[in-house]
């Protein structure tokens, strides 16, 4: 069982031959809190039968290592256990949905790294309100710029999402989160490090603001619609023409934008999964998840307002394991609309159609977004180095070669990862490196007309698997045609299931082609300015280095 306050009070004043008893029992308590945080997690209404019990022993937890003359966990240190039952209690409460019990017992604490991780438990839950008023606790208590800059991003953004609950009006309400997520960008843009570039989260954050302002659009385009619906004359229009969907086709112009913004979200959420390589299953699932809402709410408005009458094109089914909330949002969007539909008989825009969306809008606008872990936290990390070597390279210049000449470009990497106390989630199985060489000018023709520069250029593309982590590929490159060429390398990885991940280096390089004549003069010339004092080098290695690691 877990230990009370006073039996934890009277552990304070055991002799130095009971501190191995006290060491069992404390670890004892961590695994009791870590089996019903899983617990927790895969069954919250299990957990919630004793939420009375877990909020007094919460209090009690507190009262027992916060007295009333001590200024929060000022008492705690971040290696202490009571610090780390602390936490686990509290991610407890905030699982089964218990948020006001455990930002009323927080209040204003010292020990900012206990207070920074319940916050983000709260943020990892949903429970965005009680999120935003710890981290205003904790923002101004920090001594780097940069973590400030952190902690107030995290603020924004939690503000942002709790707006969207705080009043009815949908158009009121988002117009504010896309405002929070601005400031929260531009705060993330001041936190990022050349070590932490915060990629992932800024790329997380703008993905949330557009779809939030996609959403308000939305509001405001069905708002309209009830105020000014279509004309009458566009009855007499559609009979006359005998084109049906001319009833709706203003509304119908004013929606179908939003359909394409959302299917580009779609997109998007699609490449910022490809590119987190490194990211949790559960993280990966939840991009998907939210790349599922943007397809179905997409082909929702395709629909009922775009082609009104028209079967809905959205997918239902979706993994429930990382966030229950999202997935039921995703499949309750496809059977309103379902539903919606098998009650049009003509094409036109009425007013169930128009009821059905203030009813989608008013779903997701109070669906809760727990962030993912990988925006806090990555378990493991990738890097891949990249050696990019040509031949007749000198140092800080172009590479000179003549036209009638081939270029040998080599590749060289080395792949290093790493992991938290665990194995990874998986391994680089294989490197794709693909090599677009594109003309950027070349002289002008015999028959004194320009060459067309895309038949000019080329892409070539390798697979190799590494061998102990290191991997070796040979380009040839010709450039017959006089000019100037800029050659980029992308590498993507392959897993071991196969799957593709675009999350490689990149690197470029430049090359002029010339004449054998004209070539020979810029080496000449090269060689008069290496004798009066200038060092040149022939071959050297242009090293790229790219991190797929994001912000821990």
């Given at each position: 069982m877990l230990l009370t306050s006073s039996q934890q009070s009277d552990q304070r004043d055991l002799p130095q031959s009971d501190a191995p008893q006290q060491n069992l029992q404390q670890?004892?308590?961590?695994?009791?809190?870590?089996?019903?945080?899983?617990?927790?997690?895969?069954?919250?209404l299990l957990v919630r039968t004793q939420t009375d019990r877990l909020v007094a022993l919460f209090q009690q937890l507190l009262a027992a290592h916060c007295p009333p003359d001590v200024d929060g966990f000022n008492d705690l240190q971040v290696t202490d256990p009571r610090a780390e039952a602390v936490v686990r209690l509290a991610s407890i409460l905030l699982r089964i949905g218990s948020a006001e019990a455990v930002s009323r017992g927080v209040g204003l604490p010292g020990n900012g790294w206990v207070v920074y991780r319940v916050a983000r438990a709260a943020s990892q839950t949903g429970h965005h309100a009680a999120a935003a008023a710890l981290y205003v606790a904790i923002e101004t208590a920090v001594q780097s710029e940069t973590t400030h800059y952190w902690l107030n991003s995290l603020r924004r953004l939690s503000e942002a999402e709790s707006r969207c609950l705080a009043t009815d009006d949908a158009v009121t309400a988002l117009g504010?989160?896309?405002?929070?997520?601005?400031?929260?960008?531009?705060?993330?843009?001041?936190?990022?490090?050349?070590?932490?570039?915060?990629?992932?989260?800024?790329?997380?954050?703008?993905?949330?603001?557009?779809?939030?302002?996609?959403?308000?659009?939305?509001?405001?385009?069905?708002?309209?619609?009830?105020?000014?619906?279509?004309?009458?004359?566009?009855?007499?229009?559609?009979?006359?023409?005998?084109?049906p969907w001319l009833r709706c086709a203003r509304v119908a112009s004013a929606a179908a934008p939003l359909v394409i913004e959302l299917a580009a979200l779609g997109a998007d959420y699609l490449a910022l999964y490809r590119r987190s390589f490194d990211g949790d299953p559960d993280s990966l699932r939840h991009l998907e998840?939210?790349?599922?809402?943007?397809?179905?709410?997409?082909?929702?408005?395709?629909?009922?307002?775009?082609?009104?009458?028209?079967?809905?094109?959205?997918?239902?089914?979706?993994?429930?394991?990382?966030?229950p909330e999202l997935s039921e949002l995703t499949d309750w969007i496809a059977r309103l609309v379902a539903t919606a539909l098998s009650r049009v008989k003509v094409p036109a825009v009425t007013r169930l159609q128009l009821d059905c969306l203030d009813s989608l809008?008013?779903?997701?606008?109070?669906c809760r977004l727990p962030l993912p872990r990988l925006y806090f936290q990555t378990l493991q990390t990738t890097h891949i180095k990249l050696a990019l070597t040509?031949?007749?390279?000198?140092?800080?210049?172009?590479?000179l070669i003549n036209n009638d000449t081939?270029?040998?470009?080599?590749?060289?990497?080395?792949?290093?990862?790493?992991?938290?106390?665990?194995?990874?989630?998986?391994?680089?199985?294989?490197?794709?490196?693909?090599?677009?060489?594109?003309?950027?000018?070349?002289?002008?023709?015999?028959?004194?007309?320009?060459?067309?520069?895309?038949?000019?250029?080329?892409?070539?593309?390798?697979?190799?698997?590494?061998?102990?982590?290191?991997?070796?590929?040979?380009f040839l490159l010709a450039f017959p045609q006089p000019g100037v060429y800029h050659l980029k390398l992308v590498a993507t990885v392959t897993d071991g299931d196969g799957v593709g991940w675009d999350s490689g280096p990149t690197s470029e390089l430049t090359v002029?082609?010339?004449?054998?004549?004209?070539?020979?003069?810029?080496?000449?010339?090269?060689?008069?300015?290496?004798?009066?004092?200038?060092?040149?080098?022939?071959?050297?290695?242009?090293?790229?280095q790219t991190s797929l690691q994001t912000k821990t």
């Open positions: 670890s004892a308590q961590l695994l009791i809190l870590q089996s019903l945080t899983i617990l927790a997690s895969n069954n919250p504010a989160a896309v405002d929070g997520y601005r400031g929260c960008l531009s705060a993330l843009a001041a936190s990022a490090t050349t070590a932490a570039p915060c990629r992932f989260q800024r790329d997380y954050a703008a993905l949330r603001c557009r779809y939030l302002s996609a959403l308000r659009q939305l509001a405001v385009t069905v708002g309209a619609a009830r105020l000014c619906p279509p004309p009458a004359l566009a009855d007499a229009m559609s009979a006359t023409t005998g084109d998840l939210l790349r599922s809402q943007c397809a179905a709410l997409g082909a929702a408005v395709d629909a009922l307002l775009v082609g009104t009458g028209r079967p809905s094109a959205s997918g239902t089914g979706t993994d429930t394991d990382s966030s809008l008013a779903g997701i606008v109070r040509a031949a007749h390279k000198s140092a800080g210049e172009t590479v081939e270029l040998v470009v080599k590749v060289e990497g080395v792949i290093q990862q790493s992991a938290l106390g665990r194995a990874p989630f998986r391994r680089v199985h294989r490197v794709n490196l693909r090599l677009v060489s594109q003309c950027l000018s070349a002289p002008q023709g015999s028959a004194g007309k320009p060459p067309c520069l895309e038949e000019l250029s080329s892409r070539l593309e390798r697979s190799v698997q590494p061998r102990n982590d290191y991997f070796s590929v040979d002029k082609s010339s004449a054998l004549d004209t070539l020979y003069s810029r080496q000449t010339q090269q060689k008069a300015m290496s004798t009066s004092g200038t060092p040149t080098r022939s071959n050297v290695f242009q090293s790229g």
